[in-house]
């Protein structure tokens, strides 16, 4: 078996990003946390965590961090059965995800919070955009991801979660600014869009899909699904908005779309690491039934 | 003077993120943004930009990266007063600014519109915890920054914005499960609680505050403004939110606070570069008349 007082300072290290707060978590002082990742280090002849602000894993840090979590999956579903191996209870394991801003601010926390209610599991949730959270699963970082990418990554399962309808919306004052002529060429790269980052592409693909043309777009940049839709409604800029995140707001006039009956339907899939992991199992099942009540079906 | 073409090209490289999206945003050829980029390297005998999924700029690209947006800056205040210079206008400056994830789900965003509507400028917003702002500064990613930190950083000038109150809250249903016999080191090392990022120390700021000790707590890591605050009210934790963005569910008694009277106030100030920049000092108005109407007066 391999030594797991020295696979928990890892991955302790990690999840916490310094040795100080590491040591905290482990009730250990920060030397015998420092001790114990050398020793590993040393054995395996590699670096593993990369000491900075944030520590960060490499590449063998971040496998073995996962599978620190894998045992712990595991050791809380034996515990669970046979309660008297650790009569005390074990530590929560913590679970890493990455989602997608989008679903966090809109379907994704009821799965959250009725897994973490039943389970004695805690979540670390990673955000980032959808086209990059399945970064996160290929390099180890994550256990699972919601993504936009249908395609499994190696050693993963990939589940249809259904798809995001999204809006391309702006304030009436902005839309009688820039688009007096309509949604033309001219006036798109005129006016201010927002994106959510570099990889967010969902603002040019809605000007193709619509115009039939790429654009140079010029851009605000505002990574954060909540101000984005603020951001509209104040008038920063047009954005691409899921539909129920401004679905108020256009009721109520403070946002416009800029074309009628031109979403952009963005399918999404749970991906996950195909271990057989009861836990993770039922985590994917809280995941399903809320993105079943929370996406539209995909075709 | 320098060669613009060739900042130009480093600049977009690092804003867009790839050379394909560079070259796309300055209407060249890709291989034209890479012998540029090329050509100031090899001048330099340095590298500026770390070629990868995103290209970022090494420090000495971030200071060139820097420059370009001053002396943008300072172009556009020109024109504004010559607007012969070019009949056609400049493009927009993009300046870069960092703020901290609670701030711009509050208080910051009037001041972006604000800022926005009257100047040609496009912002590219950064989000970090309080703690981590002025590390973007330091490092000469960001032109200014919301930060907790009051010293200034080298180089930069530090205003004093206000203080944002901060309560510790939870579900009525969270509180009944873990706080039956109130707020007590043992049900806290329970009670899972929400951080925003690993350097989110305002959880563990508040326990040291209300019990005079250290405690180390089962946390839940959540990178979102507004998914703590939903997250607090779907029971998955408890959490140090805004005041402000808890005010309506602690009404309507779907939050509640853990101890009553009990706040956390935490003092931000606004941290920007030193240069004599006309547009910058615009900013800084429109972000200190956003801050009085929404931050608390320090003491």
Same mark, same amino acid.
């Given at each position: 078996?391999?030594?797991?007082?020295?696979?928990?300072?890892?991955?302790?290290?990690?999840?916490?990003?310094?040795?100080?707060?590491?040591?905290?978590?482990?009730?250990?002082?920060?030397?015998?946390?420092?001790?114990?990742?050398?020793?590993?280090?040393?054995?395996?002849?590699?670096?593993?965590?990369?000491?900075?602000?944030?520590?960060?894993?490499?590449?063998?840090?971040?496998?073995?961090?996962?599978?620190?979590?894998?045992?712990?999956?595991?050791?809380?579903?034996?515990?669970?059965?046979?309660?008297?191996?650790?009569?005390?209870?074990?530590?929560?394991?913590?679970?890493?995800?990455?989602?997608? +801003?989008?679903? %966090?601010? /809109?379907?994704? &926390? =009821?799965?959250?919070? *009725? #897994?973490? !209610?039943?389970?004695? $599991?805690? @979540?670390?949730?990673?955000?980032?955009?959808?086209?990059?959270?399945?970064?996160?699963?290929?390099?180890?970082?994550?256990?699972?991801?919601?993504?936009?990418?249908?395609?499994?990554?190696?050693?993963?399962?990939?589940?249809?979660?259904?798809?995001?309808?999204?809006?391309?919306?702006?304030?009436?004052?902005?839309?009688?600014?820039?688009?007096?002529?309509?949604?033309?060429?001219?006036?798109?790269?005129?006016?201010?869009?927002?994106?959510?980052?570099?990889?967010?592409?969902?603002?040019?693909?809605?000007?193709?899909?619509?115009?039939?043309? +790429?654009?140079? %777009?010029? /851009?605000?940049? &505002? =990574?954060?699904?909540? *101000? #984005?839709? !603020?951001?509209?409604? $104040?008038? @920063?800029?047009?954005?691409?908005?899921?539909?129920?995140?401004?679905?108020?707001?256009?009721?109520?006039?403070?946002?416009?779309?800029?074309?009628?009956?031109?979403?952009?339907?963005?399918?999404?899939?749970?991906?996950?690491?195909?271990?057989?992991?009861?836990?993770?199992?039922?985590?994917?099942?809280?995941?399903?039934?809320?993105?079943?009540?929370?996406?539209?079906?995909?075709?």
């Amino acid at each position: 078996m391999l030594d797991y007082s020295l696979l928990a300072a890892i991955a302790a290290v990690v999840r916490e990003g310094s040795f100080e707060r590491a040591a905290r978590a482990l009730h250990l002082s920060p030397s015998a946390v420092s001790q114990r990742v050398k020793l590993l280090e040393e054995r395996l002849g590699q670096v593993l965590v990369v000491r900075g602000s944030p520590c960060v894993a490499t590449e063998a840090g971040r496998h073995l961090c996962r599978h620190v979590e894998q045992v712990g999956m595991l050791e809380q579903d034996l515990v669970g059965a046979m309660p008297a191996l650790a009569p005390d209870g074990l530590g929560r394991v913590t679970l890493r995800l990455a989602v997608n +801003a989008d679903s %966090l601010a /809109t379907w994704f &926390l =009821p799965a959250a919070s *009725a #897994f973490a !209610d039943s389970e004695a $599991a805690l @979540l670390d949730l990673s955000i980032e955009d959808q086209a990059h959270t399945a970064e996160r699963l290929r390099s180890g970082e994550v256990l699972a991801a919601v993504t936009d990418l249908a395609e499994p990554v190696q050693g993963c399962r990939s589940l249809p979660l259904g798809a995001m309808r999204y809006l391309a919306t702006a304030s009436p004052a902005f839309v009688k600014r820039y688009f007096p002529a309509g949604v033309t060429a001219e006036a798109l790269s005129l006016a201010p869009c927002l994106r959510f980052s570099q990889q967010d592409r969902l603002q040019a693909r809605w000007v193709e899909q619509q115009l039939g043309q +790429a654009l140079t %777009l010029p /851009t605000h940049g &505002l =990574p954060s699904s909540q *101000a #984005f839709v !603020d951001a509209t409604v $104040a008038g @920063l800029g047009w954005g691409m908005n899921p539909a129920s995140s401004v679905a108020q707001a256009l009721a109520e006039g403070r946002l416009q779309p800029l074309l009628p009956q031109a979403p952009l339907m963005l399918p999404l899939y749970w991906q996950y690491t195909r271990q057989q992991l009861p836990m993770l199992e039922r985590l994917t099942q809280a995941v399903l039934a809320a993105a079943r009540d929370g996406l539209e079906a995909l075709d």
